[in-house]
């Protein structure tokens, strides 16, 4: 895992970086919605889980756009990861509370998914914000709300962050005609990712729900 320096010289976003970090401070959500159809159709003939299987879909096209594996190190030196570990929400039916766990992230969706079902089972019953330790320094937030489909979502602070990763939400899936579709949103940190870069995750997410026979082997 490295961490990768961006030389701000070179770099044809540091005047986008600098105004967006320094003056306007502006971060954005977008929501769309992500056609799942044959995802679900295949998941349910593989007696998959979907939540594991929508976070390494999420997780994937984080890691094929470096925008999004974008921070500080301690030096409050820019750069990117290589690639980034979910960082994803439990639920607890007997008091409503929820709880955050991560999973290492790994190109083999077998793989991840095993490790992802692992840590789901192991944690379970483990109380408080942070269920799994030593959270790597590499996370990107993913949570859920499966009781309710939604067409906007916003986030608002207090206080500004250092938090360059984007967070990820998503909803309960519905269906449109003849097909299934997701909520998904994100939001984003303007210094390091504009609409384009934001658009392309996303379509990248669509494309890696649509060719499950690439990474579903």
Same mark, same amino acid.
């Given at each position: 895992?490295?961490?990768?320096?961006?030389?701000?010289?070179?770099?044809?976003?540091?005047?986008?970086?600098?105004?967006?970090?320094?003056?306007?401070?502006?971060?954005?959500?977008?929501?769309?919605?992500?056609?799942?159809?044959?995802?679900?159709?295949?998941?349910?003939?593989?007696?998959?889980?979907?939540?594991? @299987? %929508?976070?390494? #879909?999420? !997780?994937?096209?984080?890691?094929?756009?470096?925008? =999004?594996?974008?921070?500080?190190?301690? $030096?409050?030196?820019?750069?990117?990861?290589?690639?980034?570990?979910?960082?994803?929400?439990?639920?607890?039916?007997?008091?409503? @509370? %929820?709880?955050? #766990?991560? !999973?290492?992230?790994?190109?083999?969706?077998?793989? =991840?998914?095993?490790?992802?079902?692992? $840590?789901?089972?192991?944690?379970?019953?483990?109380?408080?914000?942070?269920?799994?330790?030593?959270?790597?320094?590499?996370?990107?937030?993913?949570?859920? #709300?499966?009781?309710?489909?939604?067409?906007?979502?916003?986030?608002?602070?207090?206080?500004?962050?250092?938090?360059?990763?984007?967070?990820?939400?998503?909803?309960?899936?519905?269906?449109?005609?003849?097909?299934?579709?997701?909520?998904?949103?994100?939001?984003?940190?303007?210094?390091?990712?504009?609409?384009?870069?934001?658009?392309?995750?996303?379509?990248?997410?669509?494309?890696?729900?649509?060719?499950?026979?690439?990474?579903?082997?």
């Amino acid at each position: 895992m490295n961490f990768n320096y961006i030389d701000l010289d070179t770099w044809e976003r540091k005047e986008h970086f600098y105004y967006y970090i320094d003056l306007v401070k502006c971060n954005y959500n977008i929501t769309v919605n992500i056609e799942i159809t044959r995802l679900l159709e295949e998941i349910k003939k593989r007696n998959l889980r979907f939540y594991p @299987t %929508f976070i390494f #879909i999420v !997780t994937k096209a984080i890691n094929k756009n470096k925008e =999004f594996r974008m921070s500080f190190d301690e $030096d409050n030196k820019l750069g990117y990861w290589d690639y980034i570990n979910p960082s994803y929400t439990i639920f607890h039916d007997d008091d409503k @509370t %929820f709880s955050d #766990i991560w !999973t290492e992230y790994n190109e083999n969706f077998f793989i =991840f998914y095993k490790l992802v079902i692992n $840590d789901l089972e192991k944690y379970k019953d483990i109380k408080g914000i942070k269920a799994k330790p030593n959270t790597p320094k590499n996370f990107c937030p993913i949570s859920s #709300i499966p009781w309710t489909s939604f067409t906007g979502y916003g986030n608002d602070t207090y206080s500004e962050s250092k938090m360059l990763f984007p967070c990820i939400l998503f909803g309960k899936y519905f269906r449109e005609n003849d097909n299934i579709l997701i909520p998904f949103s994100i939001f984003v940190n303007h210094a390091v990712a504009d609409g384009y870069h934001t658009c392309k995750l996303i379509n990248d997410i669509q494309e890696i729900a649509f060719s499950i026979e690439e990474w579903m082997k």
